[in-house]
């Protein structure tokens, strides 16, 4: 079933869908009352949105850059953004799983340098941007992760040839059966209503799948305000020195809105 679409005859796109949010009302920060951890209130305020009912906070934005060879020597660099799901934080940093043949993989291992935002919308109104260094997991720590994923979508993994063209919808799903038929599981992704098979079928993680963990050195949060006069606090830090995202090595700074 297609869903609808509403098109504007317009190319300009009517002022009242774009305006549609309120002033905020948020009590606001004090630079004395924050931790000396980012990491300590990222986990306050994940835990918060889930208090309040904001849909998948783990839903982020990952923004990464390809670098591409200009004239006269100049690289240049073109940004890209998606969003994908917050997976683990551990004292490193940020783990999402994804193809490794995808554009961001891709990216990501000719520029490592990436950024990740969270955004709580009412009524938390709140917004966290992650900036740092994406590092790849090792194979033992995909698989793991990969094992506890429903078996559909590990057979999904197997199957998709991520951010390549394909012909049709056809294409994947003849793919998938024979994914299916190749681990002994079919129907597994339920494309034709099959009943699921055994979930704890061994499925090994294909080598092109895996994890990305970013180590931050910049992580900012920022609290809605009327009138536009919003609450910006940046911690900042050196990779180098660096021992996991939890320590005491962060500058905190107040940011103007």
């Not at 002022?15 to 306050?44: C, M, V």
């Not at 012909?167 to 799903?173: A, I, K, T, V």
Request: with cysteine; proline share 7%.
């Amino acid at each position: 079933m297609s869903l609808p679409i509403r098109c504007y005859s317009s190319s300009r796109l009517p002022l009242e869908s774009i305006t549609t949010h309120d002033q905020y009302h948020n009590a606001g920060l004090s630079k004395s009352d924050l931790p000396r951890s980012p990491i300590s209130l990222f986990h306050a305020w994940f835990e918060e949105a889930k208090k309040a009912d904001i849909l998948a906070p783990e839903t982020m934005t990952l923004s990464t850059a390809s670098l591409m060879q200009g004239s006269q020597g100049i690289t240049h660099a073109r940004p890209s953004s998606r969003v994908v799901l917050l997976k683990t934080l551990d004292q490193r940093g940020f783990i999402f799983f994804t193809n490794y043949s995808s554009r961001k993989s891709g990216e990501l291992q000719s520029n490592p340098w990436c950024s990740l935002t969270f955004y709580y919308d009412q009524p938390l109104h709140r917004s966290v941007r992650v900036c740092g260094k994406a590092e790849k997991l090792g194979t033992d720590e995909s698989q793991a992760y990969f094992d506890t994923r429903p078996l559909g979508s590990r057979i999904g993994a197997h199957a998709s040839p991520q951010s390549q063209v394909i012909s049709d919808r056809r294409e994947l799903e003849e793919r998938v059966q024979s994914v299916e038929h190749r681990f002994e599981v079919p129907g597994a992704a339920g494309l034709h209503g099959a009943p699921p098979p055994d979930e704890g079928k061994k499925i090994p993680v294909p080598e092109y799948w895996g994890g990305w963990r970013v180590i931050p050195d910049e992580i900012e949060f920022w609290l809605g305000r009327e009138n536009r006069l919003h609450d910006r606090f940046r911690y900042t830090r050196s990779l180098e020195s660096a021992k996991d995202a939890a320590d005491d090595t962060w500058q905190l700074d107040q940011l103007a809105p």
